[in-house]
């Protein structure tokens, strides 16, 4: 059984920064856990950064500059580092990991907002 737990969401101010976490368990390694995606209210689950071969990284255009995607291999967990935080960020973020099929966290929400 896999299970992704996402966590750091919250309310933030335009500008400001948040971390998000994902944390993976179950028979699933780092090596699984592929990035994010958003969705807003009314709109479709969009990337916001995963993982590709050659250990490379496509970000949307929209956070380029602004979101970093990172991986802790020991600690099974995935990390999306949001700076600069825009009205157009919020959504409900979601951890994606890929082994056979896809698999989504429950999601976490951000909201900016002043």
């Known amino acids: 059984q896999v299970r992704l737990v996402e966590s750091g969401g919250g309310l933030v101010q335009p500008g400001g920064s948040l971390r998000l976490s994902c944390a993976a368990s179950?028979?699933?390694?780092?090596?699984?856990?592929m990035g994010w995606y958003r969705q807003s209210p009314g709109k479709q689950r969009e990337l916001v950064a995963i993982?590709?071969?050659?250990?490379?990284?496509n970000y949307a255009d929209s956070v380029k500059g602004r979101f970093t995607l990172s991986r802790d291999n020991a600690k099974n967990t995935v990390y999306l580092q949001m700076n600069s935080l825009k009205p157009e960020d919020t959504a409900v973020y979601y951890c994606?990991?890929?082994?056979?099929?896809?698999?989504w966290g429950q999601g976490t929400q951000v909201t900016v907002s002043s």
């Open positions: 179950g028979s699933i390694s780092s090596s699984n856990l």
């Open positions: 993982f590709i071969s050659g250990g490379r990284i």
């Open positions: 994606n990991a890929f082994r056979g099929s896809a698999y």
